[in-house]
Each structure stands twice: as structure tokens, then as C-alpha cells.
């Protein structure tokens, strides 16, 4: 069986300046993977370069044996593979509701006279989408503000809607930018909790970028280091992190890896 | 007197339902693309000389064409034409430019205006062109107005486009990504939306709008000539900045407010001449004291 994604030698460059270097990965399904490594190190530029944002020069991506490389964002994101952001991205003069709805839009099918007419099948289809919209945001926890203009919600509610966002277009494979950004102990404690029932309930594959080491060593199976755009260490969190490269990466020469 | 005001209303309805036909098509463009296509009251010219084409050569025909068939042969035909020249105008001018300066796609927009009218030229010679009657004239008696079956059927036919094009915005996936776009175009594609097409779409509904205006507008006010889309565009793009450019709803208030405009003008004031100038001095104030235009901001209505 193929892998759920597999990276080869991806390597990017912006106005010459190396991104991405020789940057290769294989993640088997149900796996939980972690991308780690100071900030500026490409960690997000893989992420763009998986989903289509960014085009790829050199290398290739599978997903699930496809070759994507070439593929534009929807098909790619059609075909299974969501994310969430590092700086938030909603649209922020839409509802809670209106942005998880539009994050299924890969899924539904009904046509445009279909929509016009006010058909059975039209009236069916909308009618599941708008139940699975309720459906994450009650598991969010979000369905008080299902109705509120997305700008208005605080900081980690906005992060939560990205997620419910990213899962109602059902997807295989997960890609969460940094999700316990500006979160505290109890926060991201909850947050853990939140992407390990989710990977559960859905079936999903992750890969994780993350900056606090307490949430990629309790999540994480393997990670990733990157260090200036190359891999500089990769295994189990606990081996990678006494990792002399990636602690001299962090820290300079002689720190320890605050846990 | 209020037989004359009744029937200014009925005209400057009629009228105005022709604006606000095309002034969808700004608003449509601007709400996605944040661009003026200047080229769109050429469009509309288009529209209308297809139409034209489209009646004629069906009025030809061996046998003797129903005139309801004429009518919506050519209604069919034209739109689907210059929905197609829509969207080859944005493939063509606009899309190699979606990256470059604002200020480039405006100028290939009026450029591509003038090929229009000048292609037309070319092909047709500067003489106007008479269009048919396909609906007839005969004026019924309603409380003292006259009311032709041409002035509701351009009235209703415009409405019922209104409606549905309303209803596509609101209702349908088309219309959900259209107004995501409006919103925050970059993250669209990864919604699993193909921004492209989306684009494409737009332009071709709103030149196909466009041209049902245009056979109406001929059948209203029949002599076509290769440059009639400069001044009616004009009138159309400044009655979708006063509703509020790149709203949809606010490009059809807009249209029935220039249409008023226009037939109430002569009636007040002197003379017809002082029409253009009422419609500036109107645009003109609005600007100042509201210039996101009457309906203005959200692009398109909330999901």
C-alpha cells in the first residue's frame, strides 16, 4: 500500500535565497508527525508547497501514490488534504457558520440549476452540510458563536473555527500550522487532547508544526527537525532532542531543550 | 399631470431596467476582481448587434418565424455569444495581468473597449443599423397611461434576470465562491474552490446579462451604432458606483435611479441636454457625502 504522502527532495527557493533544501518525507497513514525547528527554518513554506501555494520548482509530492506536484490548490485540497494557518486566515466578515460551510465546498456537488430550482437533491445536500457544520461546531465548542461575524471571536476560538474549517471538507490528511500559538499550559494541555480525538474520530493523518516542545513531544511518533531550510535531525522526539545539531540549531552550542 | 408623471415613471423604469442590467456587470467584475472593466459597456454593444444578427437572419428564415421564437432565438443566441466573448476577454486581456498593477488591467479595459468598437466598425461600416420590431407597439390604455407590451415585457424580463441572478449569488455554490473571493482571495484555493473558473463564470454571466440588455435596449430604442456602448456604459458604471460598487443589489437600485434620472432631467429642467450633467452632479455629490455609494461595503451579502 502506498504512503499517505511522500516527499522527494523538495527543494525551494525565493529570490534565491534557499527556503527549502533537498527536503524528503514519507508519512505512512495514522501516522503523527511532527515539523520542527527555529522560526524561518522553511517549516511553512513545506506546508505552502504541499497545498499548492506555492509552485514547485524541484522535487516531487505524492499523495496517496497521485503525483500532486503540478496540482493547483482545490484539486489538492479536493482531493483530501487540509490545513490550518499560522496567522490566522478566516474570512473575517463572514459567520463561524459561513467559513466552516465554505470549507466544504470541495465536497458537494449540486449544480447550478439545481441551486436555482430549489430541487430535492439541492435541498438534501445543503441541508447535511449545514448539520455537519453544526456538528463541528458543537465539538469545537463553538456553537454559541456560530452566528458571530469571525473578527469579533477571540484569539483561540478563531484558531478552533480554522480547524472545524479545514475538517468539514474531509479530509485523509491534516496539515495544523502552529495551533498552540499564544496558548498557556492548560490551553495547549486541551489542546492535545483535542487533535488526538480528532485524529481518532476522523481516521486523520497529521502533520504538526510546532513551537512548544510540551505539544509536539506528547503528540508527535517522529519529528523533523529544519534548521535554515535543511533537515538537520529526524527519529522519535525524545532522540532528536538531545540531538547535539539541533540543540546547537536552538541554543547555540551548549543549552539543553527546555521541555 | 399625473398622467405625465405615471408615464415618466414607466419610462424611466424601462430605462432604468436596461441600466441596471449592465451595471450588474461592473458590480460583478469589481466585487471579485476589485477591477473596473471598462470594456463592459462595449460588451453590451456587442450584445446588442448579435442580437440583431440573431433576429434578422431568423425574421429570414423560409417559413414565417413566430416573433415570440424570434425573440427568444435571439435572446438565447446573443447571450450565449457574448458570454463567450466575456470570458475570452478576460482569458485573453485580463488574466496575464491578475498579477501585474491595477492601474494595467484598467488600461487593457478600455483598450479592449476601443478594439470592440473599432472591430465592429471595421465590420459593420458607420452607418446605424435598424433593429426590427419583434414585439408589438401597440399601446394598451390603463388609467389614462399608455402602456406598451414591449415596456413590460422589458420590465419584467429585466426583473426576472435580477432575481435570478440574486438568487445565484445567495444561493448557489457559484455564488458562495464569488463572494469568498470578494472576501479574502488567497486562501479561496485551499476551500477547494478553482478560483479560475469561478472567475471565468463571472464574467460570462455578467456578459450574458449584459446582452439581454442589449436586445432590449434595441428593441426599445432601435438603431444600433458601433459606438452606442460608450455613453450607455458610462451611464451604467456610474449607476453601479452609486448603489455601491461591487454590490449587486446596489447596481440594480443604481440603474433605476439613472434611469429616473435620465427621463425626469428634460422634465424639470429646461432641457435634455442638462441629463449628463444631473448624473455627474449626482455621482459627484454622493461621493462626498457617501463614497461607498448608497449600499456600499460588504462586496456581496453575508453567506
Known amino acids: 500500500m502506498a504512503a499517505m504522502l511522500s516527499i522527494e527532495e523538495l527543494t525551494h ?12 518525507l514519507t508519512v505512512e497513514p495514522g501516522e503523527l508527525v511532527g515539523l520542527i525547528g527555529p522560526n524561518g527554518a522553511g517549516k511553512t513554506t513545506i506546508f505552502n508547497l504541499i497545498t499548492g501555494v506555492f509552485r514547485i520548482s524541484q522535487g516531487r509530492i505524492f499523495f496517496e501514490g497521485q503525483d500532486i506536484t503540478r496540482w493547483p490548490s482545490y484539486r489538492i485540497t479536493a482531493a483530501g488534504i487540509a490545513r490550518t494557518f499560522q496567522n490566522i486566515r478566516l474570512f473575517k466578515d463572514l459567520s463561524v457558520l459561513d467559513n466552516v460551510r465554505l470549507g466544504g465546498f470541495a465536497r458537494h456537488g449540486y449544480n447550478i440549476w439545481q441551486a436555482l430550482l430549489h430541487s430535492r437533491g439541492f435541498r438534501r445536500e445543503e441541508q447535511a452540510w449545514l448539520r455537519q457544520a453544526y456538528e463541528l461546531l458543537e465539538r469545537f465548542n463553538l456553537t454559541r458563536y456560530a452566528d458571530t461575524v469571525a473578527r469579533h471571536l477571540p484569539y483561540g476560538e478563531q484558531r478552533r473555527v480554522e480547524m472545524a474549517r479545514a475538517l468539514i471538507s474531509g479530509p485523509r490528511l491534516l496539515l495544523l500550522d502552529e495551533p498552540a500559538a499564544g496558548m498557556n499550559d492548560a490551553e495547549s494541555q486541551a489542546l492535545i487532547q483535542l487533535i488526538r480525538d480528532m485524529q481518532r474520530d476522523f481516521g486523520l493523518t497529521i502533520i504538526l ?10 503528540l508527535c511518533q517522529r519529528v523533523k527537525v529544519l534548521d535554515f ?6 527519529g522519535p522526539p525524545r532522540e532528536v532532542q538531545h540531538d547535539p545539531a539541533v540543540l546547537e540549531a536552538y541554543l547555540g552550542k551548549d543549552g539543553a531543550l527546555a521541555e | 399631470m399625473l398622467q405625465v408623471l405615471g408615464q415618466n415613471v414607466l419610462n424611466a423604469l424601462q430605462l432604468g431596467s436596461v441600466y441596471a442590467l449592465i451595471a450588474l456587470g461592473y458590480a460583478m467584475v469589481y466585487g471579485i476582481l476589485t477591477m473596473i472593466n471598462f470594456a463592459h459597456g462595449d460588451i453590451f454593444m456587442v450584445g446588442a448587434y448579435l442580437s440583431l444578427a440573431a433576429a434578422v437572419f431568423l425574421l429570414g428564415l423560409p417559413f414565417k418565424a413566430p416573433l ?38 484598467v488600461i487593457t479595459a478600455l483598450g479592449v473597449g476601443l478594439f470592440l468598437e473599432n472591430f465592429t466598425l471595421a465590420m459593420l461600416g458607420p452607418q446605424p443599423r435598424h433593429f426590427p420590431g419583434l414585439i408589438p407597439m401597440q399601446p394598451w390604455n390603463i388609467f389614462g397611461l399608455t402602456l406598451t407590451p414591449l415596456q413590460v415585457l422589458i ?18 455554490l457559484l455564488g458562495m465562491a464569488m463572494r469568498a473571493i470578494s472576501y479574502n482571495r488567497p486562501i479561496v484555493p485551499l476551500m477547494g474552490v478553482p478560483v479560475d473558473r469561478v472567475i471565468s463564470l463571472t464574467f460570462a454571466v455578467g456578459s450574458a446579462i449584459a446582452a439581454a440588455g442589449g436586445l432590449l435596449y434595441g428593441l426599445a430604442y432601435p438603431v444600433l451604432d458601433p459606438y452606442m456602448g460608450i455613453r450607455i456604459g458610462w451611464w451604467a458604471f456610474i449607476a453601479a458606483v452609486v448603489g455601491g460598487i461591487g454590490n449587486i443589489r446596489g447596481a440594480m437600485l443604481g440603474g433605476y435611479i439613472l434611469g429616473f434620472v435620465e427621463i425626469f432631467t428634460p422634465v424639470l429642467l429646461p432641457a435634455s441636454t442638462y441629463r449628463d450633467f444631473v448624473a455627474f452632479s449626482l455621482l459627484l455629490l454622493l461621493l462626498v457625502f457617501k463614497p461607498t455609494g448608497l449600499l456600499g461595503r460588504p462586496m456581496f451579502e453575508r453567506v
Open chain 1, 13 to 24: 527557493h525565493f529570490d534565491g535565497l534557499c527556503a527549502v533544501a533537498d527536503f524528503s
Open chain 1, 229 to 234: 531550510g535543511m533537515t538537520i535531525a529526524s
Open chain 2, 68 to 105: 415570440p421564437f424570434v425573440f427568444v432565438g435571439a435572446l438565447l443566441f446573443s447571450m450565449f455569444l457574448t458570454a463567450l466573448l466575456g470570458v475570452t476577454v478576460e482569458r485573453l486581456a485580463y488574466r496575464p495581468l491578475r498579477q501585474a498593477p491595477r492601474v494595467s488591467a
Open chain 2, 155 to 172: 420590465i419584467l424580463l429585466a426583473a426576472l434576470l435580477m432575481v435570478l441572478l440574486d438568487l445565484l449569488i445567495r444561493r448557489t
Open chain 1, 209 to 218: 508544526i510546532e513551537h512548544q516542545m510540551r505539544v509536539v513531544m506528547d
